[in-house]
């Protein structure tokens, strides 16, 4: 595959230092049971350190150009050629007959998209490594009050838990990016609220950083909570999003439950 081209339509940053492949790895610590799920395989040199600890593999790569080779040189790589935010997660849970474990250097510029199409399916995903920009993976991380925190702040970290594992160089991979890279570990174990309803919770979060620099009261007056009455409400609305923790958003979502129109 040494002729292929990273693509700049598909967000292609091929990794290409050995060292940070391993530790990316590493990160994951595959056991050899363990349905490993990557993302984005490309030429495959993340795919090459994953089959030193595991004997099969899934992969989900959008690019046509490398399928074939793919084939012929892993041939315990199961390979689903589509787009990974068109792909039914439900068809790898029925082939892994467990919960499956993601990694990937994903397209940068599909970042938020796949993150929250992991949250939408963290019942069937265990656990997921990923290569993020930097600016991105400090949002999943973010204290209350600062520019950073917003909807992947409080969505992250009510659903799973997440860690910023360790900063990566533009330098290694090809083409370079401009910006900077981090992977992130994030966990789907976390103990949900069995009195939330979840879709609720989620359209909540994202109705009260809808106006970002507004209140609370006036977000949610522009949102589809409009029309709800909040005049019994436990809870300061002249603040902003961004000074509420994920606590705050449980109060509102179970008082947006009992409260309807």
Known sequence: MKNIKPLKKFGQNYLIDDNIIKKFVNE???????CIVEIGPGKGSITQELFNYVDKLIAVEIDNRVISELNE???????????????????????????????????FNITSPIVFKLIE????????????????????????????????????????????CFKISPNVFKPRPKIEAAVVHIFFENEIDSEINNKMFISVVKAAFGNRRKTLKNSLSNSIFKKYNFSKIDLDLSRRAEELDIKDFISLTKFLQVNGK
């Open 28 to 34: 994951l610590d595959p056991a050899p049971d363990d």
């Open 73 to 107: 040189k892993y041939s315990n790589l199961n390979i689903f050629h589509t787009d990974v935010l068109k792909l039914d997660f439900q068809k790898i849970y029925q082939k892994c007959n467990s919960k499956f474990r993601i990694i990937g250097n994903i397209p």
């Open 121 to 164: 399916n963290r019942n069937l995903v265990s656990d997921s490594v990923l290569i993020i920009p930097l600016d991105i993976a400090k949002r999943f991380i973010a204290q209350k009050r600062t520019k950073e925190y917003g909807i992947l702040t409080v969505l992250l970290n009510y659903f799973s838990n997440v860690n910023l």
